[in-house]
């Protein structure tokens, strides 16, 4: 089990980040604008900067539901690989099956 307060960083960091989406989105279109002006793309760079660090959404880290674990994580099941295992030997989720060959 990971620190609750990694966990809880990161739930912080992905409700920001759903805040401020649509401005930061917003500006960074006007900054890679190239028929747009110089200046005005300039200004949304420095007002990208103002928006807080952690909305920008390359600071959430993938977490496993169950554990925290942010390691070996499957973005399909939203699990790590250990829990995934865990819980596909116990049938807990549907269509996963063992592999043999």
Same mark, same amino acid.
């Given at each position: &089990? ?7 960083? @990161? ?5 920001? #980040? ?10 960074? !279109? ?12 300039? &200004?949304?760079?420095?007002? &990208?900067?103002? *928006? +807080? ?6 600071? #959430?880290? @993938? ?6 674990? +942010? ?10 690989? *250990?829990?995934?295992?865990? &819980? !596909?030997?116990?049938?807990? *989720?549907?269509? #996963? ?5």
């Amino acid at each position: &089990m990971a620190k609750l307060s990694s966990i809880n960083r @990161n739930e912080k960091r992905k409700r920001m #980040v759903k805040k401020y989406a649509g401005r930061y989105a917003k500006l960074k !279109a006007m900054a890679a604008d190239e028929s747009l002006d110089e200046t005005e793309r300039l &200004m949304a760079r420095l007002k &990208m900067a103002e *928006i +807080p660090r952690n909305a920008n959404p390359t600071r #959430v880290r @993938n977490r496993c539901e169950t554990t925290g674990r +942010p390691r070996g994580y499957y973005r399909k099941f939203r699990l790590c690989r *250990i829990e995934l295992r865990d &819980m !596909a030997n116990k049938g807990l *989720i549907p269509g #996963v099956t063992k592999s043999s060959w």
